[in-house]
């Protein structure tokens, strides 16, 4: 071996429990068991962390994902698609309900009743000798698979991440940008969801996606480019050669040149530069603010019972296949109450704490921290300024808009004592990248893109405050549970499920819902010093957390108990 070979660890034997009793389960969803949190984000890292863990526990796990992959000249079918962590994995093809459920929004008709997906889906249960069916999403499903499993004689048990069973929007956020506090029996539900007709939606990812199998992922990649280019070709026709933007449209242009390193006293601490961007982009997306008391508003509203439309239909068939479920969980108890308040039967609900090996492990690394008992920042003794953490998506919901509203509102002299930390994928709205020509004249902002588990782990030494501003009822958002078991005190909207762990003032301050004042009146109390931040330690003492282990082997009596043995 030469001196500059690379030397590899041996892995350790993971010691885990075994099941007393071994099962075959099946495990459903829309996303691709595999792809973990970079499909379906939350809910698919939740799903497949359990089904690895029940599969490393002694039971046989299959998944099936239907209505995202598509082929030209074929009917639906079953297929496997491959073997993850000892688990078969089956795909769904050409599925009548599309999946996400923004793609299937006004297909409404097979979202409640699909006989022959439902009989297909029967058949691969009946093929594989199914004991249990665990369902964690049935986007890309009709409803009346619920009744067709229970009638088959095998339990079912249904883990809700989001609200997709009373909602088709899934998140209860009526355009994205408010709170659905009525959904006026279906009626307001018209419109919401600025979808193409399911068969066109259809017809282009079959195409697409024939496509690449024939031709592979470079193929595809070709074909896409081409067609940009001739699109920019077209469009370039008849141009005068004036009209073209300069090559570097975000040169940044210094109206300051002259003054060299002199800083005068009234300066505002802002990057001055000549960068601008187009107006759908330079004042991002409008949202509503919610009311402080969001959350008991909506479950005191009377109105979640009446149908006056087919998607008045679909919420109530949605709460009535809930109630054929052997028993539904909720990682939140604000969650399983909107479904107990919309009908759901309160005996069949439970409130089921999520637990995963990440934060497990984000967990073990806070704790081996030198640093693990002593509070991140001070504001009398600090000679560093206090970082804030965003973790998350570009998606309206988590609410990256609030912050960036919120920034621009502090004094200069309370965000020169900051440092905001954002990272955030996804592509909607160009992406982060408007966040970053926005945000790029304060320079206490740093903006960087997506980023993934393992990132997410070491990025715990990257700020002291995690901030969640959400403007929807955030249910168990996996990045909370991230920053409380990394030890961080959290900011967080007042609305869904995370004002259940947070403390005011002992692990977490909360705020109004889309009110970029109140969130920045929460940094403000930080850097003022009206509110201490505890160590890694406190944080972790005063916040209830549930490890991966702990919650796979609850996950195991609850199959015992549904199943009766």
């Known amino acids: 071996m030469s001196p500059t070979s690379p030397t590899t660890t041996p892995a350790p034997e993971i010691e885990w429990f075994k099941t007393e009793r071994p099962r075959r389960i099946a495990i459903l969803g829309w996303a691709r068991l595999a792809a973990q949190a970079m499909e379906g984000s939350g809910y698919n890292l939740a799903a497949s962390e359990l089904a690895r863990g029940l599969a490393m526990a002694g039971h046989e796990v299959f998944s099936l994902q239907s209505g995202m992959t598509y082929r030209l000249g074929r009917g639906a079918s079953i297929r496997l698609r491959e073997t993850w962590a000892s688990i078969a994995c089956y795909d769904l093809v050409n599925s009548p309900n599309m999946s996400p459920a923004s793609s299937n929004f006004p297909n409404m008709a097979a979202e409640i009743e699909s006989p022959s997906q439902t009989a297909l889906v029967m058949r691969w249960l009946d093929e594989h000798k199914i004991e249990l069916v665990h369902v964690h999403s049935l986007e890309g499903y009709s409803l009346d698979l619920i009744e067709a499993v229970r009638a088959s004689g095998r339990p079912l048990v249904l883990t809700l991440h989001n609200y997709w069973f009373v909602c088709p929007q899934v998140d209860l956020l009526h355009q994205e940008t408010r709170v659905c506090a009525d959904f006026d029996g279906g009626r307001r539900c018209v419109g919401c969801v600025d979808a193409p007709p399911v068969s066109t939606h259809k017809r282009g990812r079959a195409l697409r996606m024939t496509f690449e199998s024939a031709f592979g992922a470079d193929g595809l990649e070709l074909a896409k480019r081409a067609k940009w280019w001739a699109g920019r070709v077209v469009r370039s026709i008849g141009k005068k050669r004036s009209d073209v933007p300069p090559p570097t449209p975000d040169r940044l242009a210094d109206p300051e040149a002259g003054r060299g390193f002199e800083v005068r006293k009234d300066d505002s601490g802002q990057v001055v530069h000549h960068l601008t961007l187009a107006p759908e982009l330079a004042n991002g997306r409008d949202f509503d603010r919610s009311e402080p008391d969001e959350n008991d508003r909506f479950l005191a509203c009377g109105t979640h019972g009446r149908s006056e439309n087919l998607y008045g239909q679909r919420r109530a068939r949605g709460v009535a296949a809930l109630n054929g479920a052997s028993l539904v969980t909720s990682p939140s108890e604000f969650l399983r109450r909107v479904h107990e308040h919309m009908g759901v039967e309160g005996a069949r609900t439970r409130t089921v704490r999520l637990g995963l090996s990440h934060l497990d492990q984000i967990n073990r690394a806070a704790q081996r921290s030198d640093y693990y008992e002593k509070t991140p920042w001070d504001p009398q003794t600090s000679t560093r300024p206090v970082r804030f953490g965003f973790w998350g998506t570009v998606r309206a919901n988590k609410g990256l808009e609030v912050l960036a509203r919120a920034i621009p509102l502090?004094?200069?002299?309370?965000?020169?004592?900051?440092?905001?930390?954002?990272?955030?994928?996804?592509?909607?709205?160009?992406?982060?990248?408007?966040?970053?020509?926005?945000?790029?004249?304060?320079?206490?902002?740093?903006?960087?893109?997506?980023?993934?588990?393992?990132?997410?782990?070491?990025?715990?030494?990257?700020?002291?405050?995690?901030?969640?501003?959400?403007?929807?009822?955030?249910?168990?958002?996996?990045?909370?549970?991230?920053?409380?078991?990394?030890?961080?005190?959290?900011?967080?909207?007042?609305?869904?499920?995370?004002?259940?762990?947070?403390?005011?003032?002992?692990?977490?301050?909360?705020?109004?819902?889309?009110?970029?004042?109140?969130?920045?009146?929460?940094?403000?109390?930080?850097?003022?010093?009206d509110v201490r931040l505890p160590s890694a330690k406190s944080i972790h003492e005063s916040t209830k957390l549930y490890s991966y282990p702990d919650h796979v082997r609850e996950w195991d009596a609850i199959y015992a108990e549904v199943s009766g043995v």
């Open 410 to 529: 502090l004094e200069s002299e309370v965000r020169q004592r900051c440092h905001f930390i954002i990272r955030a994928g996804g592509n909607e709205h160009a992406g982060e990248w408007a966040f970053r020509q926005r945000l790029s004249r304060f320079p206490e902002v740093s903006v960087a893109g997506g980023f993934d588990l393992v990132q997410r782990i070491s990025g715990a030494g990257e700020y002291d405050v995690g901030v969640l501003p959400h403007i929807w009822f955030e249910n168990s958002p996996i990045v909370m549970l991230e920053h409380f078991h990394a030890g961080k005190y959290v900011i967080s909207s007042r609305l869904g499920g995370p004002p259940e762990w947070i403390r005011e003032g002992v692990n977490g301050s909360t705020c109004t819902g889309g009110d970029p004042e109140e969130l920045a009146e929460c940094v403000r109390r930080i850097v003022r010093g």
